[in-house]
């Protein structure tokens, strides 16, 4: 086999963590993955339970894992994580695809997985790890990935997130950028004292509120609806203590 060069040092190549108790498919995911520059093999195992030993003792930025394998699945083994690494599920089976979304994962690979398919669920990766690991710094640069293209963004500047299925609208003053995440992603990456969850829908922040008026509240001149369940925490608990006590 012709020697591969070496990758990149930058922090931005994510270490990644292949469990599949199926060989060849361990060895096609390692093939892929050997094709990206921002990704790189840190650890191969061929069970689950191999898997959680491996992450007690080392660092992983992304796990390839494999669902069905014998004593512990891949969903058990997720489950049992505390805070789990960023996570692409790959399975010859799509009945477990709406479970695996629960888990919050990155995407979710149906074998045979193709190339292309493969790149698309990696950029999503790289994306959602570049906002996990961004996300406190106000202004430390995130990168979304527009097409083909990535652009730039601090998340101060979004004025707030609009889910729209599977995948979120982030509202800055001269722009909307669209990317394939979760609301309960972005929700749980950005910082806690400065968004607030308004409604299923919609997830605010509070230094861009102009009014809040019944069960609306303004941002750049756009109304936006306060559900029910939430107004009274969002009144007592967030404005008051983030704009009021200012």
Known sequence: MEEQPAKPTDHTVLKCLVTDDEPIAREGIISYID??????VAGVCSSALEAAEYIKKSTVDLMFLDIQMPHLSGMEFLESLDTPPLTILTTAHSEYALESYRLQVVDYLL???TFKRFFQAALKAREAFNLRNKGEDPDAPMYIRQGDSFVKIIWRDILYVESMQNYLKLHFRDKILVIHQTMTFLENILPKDSFFRIHKSYLVHLSHIDLIKGNRVYINHKALPVSRQ???EFLNTVVYKNLVSK
């Open 35 to 40: 094709k990206l520059d921002f990704l790189e």
């Open 111 to 113: 074998k045979p997985i």
């Open 230 to 232: 939430r107004k009274d």
